[in-house]
Every structure is written in C-alpha cells, then in structure tokens.
C-alpha cells in the first residue's frame, strides 16, 4: 500500500508532465454555437467577422471577433463579442448601460475633462441583434481583455503589497466617479470583474466590467429613497456586498464605495473575517454592520497587528456616509495618494504594478465578464496559501500608538445613518 507522502509525490509528477484539465463550462438554454466566420452587422452598419469561440457563460458566449477585412479572425484579435438569446436579461442590461454611459465620446470628453490618463471603463464599440437557426440573438462589441485581477491575486499567494492595492483602489475610484455621475452604480466590484487589458500596451491597466447588476439610482435628478425590501436581501457577492444590500436596500454611492473597501481589505490581508461563514448570509450581514461601526476592530482581527492606516481611514470615511450623500472623490483620492506617496511610490494616473508584474507573462486563457459560474466557484474555493509572516515596514503604518479599543461581539449594533 502506497503511503500519502508518495501518492502526494505522484500526483506532483504527473501534474508537472501535464495540464490539469478543466470542466468545459455548460452552454446556457436557447444558445446555438455560431461558426467562425460569420459576419454580423451593428446597429450603425458596421461589419464584425466572428472568431473561434472562447467559451460559455451565464450570460451567453463570447467569440473572438475583428473588423470585417475578409480574412480570418487572428489568435491576437483585440475584440470580442459577447452573444446572448434575446430572452435573458444580463446582457440586456449591460447594453443599456453602454449605450447610455460608454459612448467613446463621452468618455474622452470626461477624461478631458478631469485630466485624466485612463479610465477603466471599456468603451461601447457596437451592437446589434440577429437570427440564427430560428433563435434571436443579440450581441455586444467589446475590447478583448486578458487576466482578471483575482488570478493575478490567487497566483501571488493572496496577498498584494499596500501600493498595488492602493493603484488598484484609485483606478477602481476613477470608474465609479464616473459611473455615478451618470446615475449608474455599479454593485458587484470584485478582482475577477477586474481586467488587465490585453495588449502590451495596456496589460498594466486596470478596467471593471460586468455591468449586468447597474442600478440606476438617480434617475432624472432624483435620487431612490432609502427602502429595505426582504427580497432583495443579500444581492450581489456576499463576502463583499454592501450593508445596504445585506437589508435589502439597492446599492447607492456609499455602498458601492463599501464594497470597493472590503475587496482592498481582502487583498491586504488575504481573507476577511466573515469568509469563514458565507453560506450564512445573515451572519456576514451582522458581521458587517458590527464591524462598520468598529473600524478599528475590524483592522484589528484583519491584521491581528499593524495595518495600513489608509484603509481604516478610508472605511471610517465611507462609514460616516449618509445614503444620498454624494462622496468627495478627491477626499478619497488625496487619502490614496498620500499613502502611495509614503512609501516612496507616485502614482502615474494610469498603470497598476504588480509584483510580479501582470505583463510577466501572457494570459493562458481568456476572461470575461460573466464568467462561467463553475470556473468563478474554483477560483473562490483555490486553496489559500498561508501568509508570509515577514512584512516590510513600509507596507504598514504603525497603530501602537493609537488607543486601544477594545472588542466586543455582544454589543449591539448602531443603526447606520440613511
């Protein structure tokens, strides 16, 4: 009888002579697989030529996808198009959110604007809809991107260093400013709805997609009052969801900008206290708004030591937020800054450094928006890899000085400020 030790050394063998393979994602009811080479036409009569397809997701198919010049569509095409049957919703959704919000106008005009080098909101290159062996189809023109951000995450240990997460969280920052000034909130940041772009060019640049759960919160001028509705308790990614949301409450600015913290949070210190029970929804809800109230508790049991202080400052600001308040962006941004700033880093309005840098090597595999929810369960459930215990001094601020709070998990919780 062979020992574990040796079956374990067996099983390291064979996974370095081979790939390990992977679960082909399931095709969604009412999609037919379309054959490279067709040619579809968009609602201002341009031409798209359809490439190989990359695979399946909830929301329908993505296919690599070029101009329409008569020839094949290249490995290296910096398009794609995502297709969905005319009966689902997400891509619906999304569609009305880049036609209204991505126009490439409109975001040159804003970068003008605010002087800004990047904006990690992909443009709206097209759409249209289509028959296809009698189904009716629809489909959406995108940039092609390349690693998502929870790879790079899950690859470098579960754990970025303070000045990734800080670059991360200021381009994540620019996106939303922007996508609430147009009376969108987002709802669902995580890394893996966080892309590198593709090219070398832009594999250091940083964009959110997924925009099948906006949510319009101030239509013509006039912001949605504050409601908890029992049935849409818990929406979004739960390890990172909004208070608000976790009552029921649809997202506003502050909570878009809560769940921007709880993700830099993660990417600090590799796992956040309620991860250990996310099956129990109304546990990481209390969880939450228990630690909202208690900041310095929460640094605490994420750090069990010295912490970052942008990020207490950073969700101690997001805390003190009423529900219609509109954020001072440059309040946050000046915080972020400054922390990059002391650790002798600056900030070139644009790129994001890794260590080891995301342009190290080329993505294996192809990331969308929508990813198959089999692949977005392995990524989530990749065994964590334990912390190095050993921190450079200038990746955390020193809070010994700060006064001691002390902890209490039978305290009831504040009611937040709506």
């Known amino acids: 009888m062979s020992t574990g030790k040796s079956a374990l050394g067996k099983r390291r063998a064979a996974a370095t002579k081979a790939p390990m393979a992977t679960k ?32 399946w997701g909830g929301f329908g198919a993505l296919y690599l996808a070029s101009p329409e010049n008569g020839s094949a569509v290249d490995e290296n095409a910096g398009h794609v198009i995502k297709v ?19 126009k490439p106008e409109l ?5 003008k604007s605010k002087n800004l080098k990047h904006l990690g909101v992909p443009m709206f290159l097209g759409s ?17 991107f390349g690693k998502d951000v929870d790879e790079l995450f899950i690859s470098n240990g579960r754990k970025f260093d303070v000045a990734t997460v800080l670059m991360l969280g200021l381009r994540v920052l620019d996106a939303l400013e922007y996508i609430h000034s147009h009376e969108y909130t987002h709802g669902d940041i995580k890394g893996s709805n966080l892309m590198m772009g593709f090219s070398k060019s832009k594999c250091n640049q940083v964009y959110l997609l997924d925009y099948g759960l906006v949510y319009r919160f101030n239509p013509e001028g006039k912001h949605k009052e504050y409601k908890e509705d029992p049935k849409r308790k818990h929406d979004g990614t739960v390890e990172f969801t909004s208070c608000d949301a976790h009552k029921g409450v649809v997202t506003s600015r502050r909570g878009d900008l809560e769940i921007l913290g709880y993700v830099m949070l993660q990417w600090l210190c590799g796992r956040l206290p309620w991860e250990k029970n996310l099956a129990n929804k109304e546990y990481v809800g209390n969880e939450k708004m228990r630690y909202m109230e208690d900041i310095p508790t929460l640094m605490r ?34 915080l972020l800054k400054d ?11 644009k790129s994001v450094k890794f260590t080891p840098p995301a342009c190290a090597s080329p993505a ?47 305290n009831p919780v504040k009611k937040r400020a709506t």
């Open 24 to 55: 082909k994602p399931r095709k969604p009811r009412g999609m037919v697989e379309l054959p490279e080479g067709l040619t579809l036409t968009d609602l201002t009569k341009k031409q798209w030529r359809i490439g190989r397809l990359i695979g």
């Open 84 to 102: 969905e049957p005319q009966t689902n919703g997400p891509l619906f959704t999304e569609l009305a959110f880049y036609q209204r919000v991505a």
């Open 107 to 111: 975001i040159n005009n804003w970068c």
């Open 128 to 144: 249209g809809s289509f028959d296809h062996k009698s189904t009716k189809l629809r489909f959406l023109v995108m940039e092609r």
């Open 301 to 334: 049991d994420c750090f069990h030591g010295n912490h970052p202080v942008e990020i207490q400052r950073y969700l101690e600001y997001v805390s003190s937020l009423k529900y219609q308040q509109e954020p001072d962006y440059e309040h946050i941004r000046k």
């Open 339 to 349: 922390g990059l700033k002391r650790r002798g880093f600056t900030d070139d309005g």
């Open 364 to 410: 294996t595999a192809d990331v969308f928006n929508g990813h198959d929810s089999e692949q977005e369960t392995r990524d989530r459930s990749a065994r964590r890899r334990p912390a190095s215990r050993k921190r450079k001094s200038e990746d955390a601020e020193e809070t010994k000085n700060q006064s001691p709070v002390k902890k209490s998990r039978t």
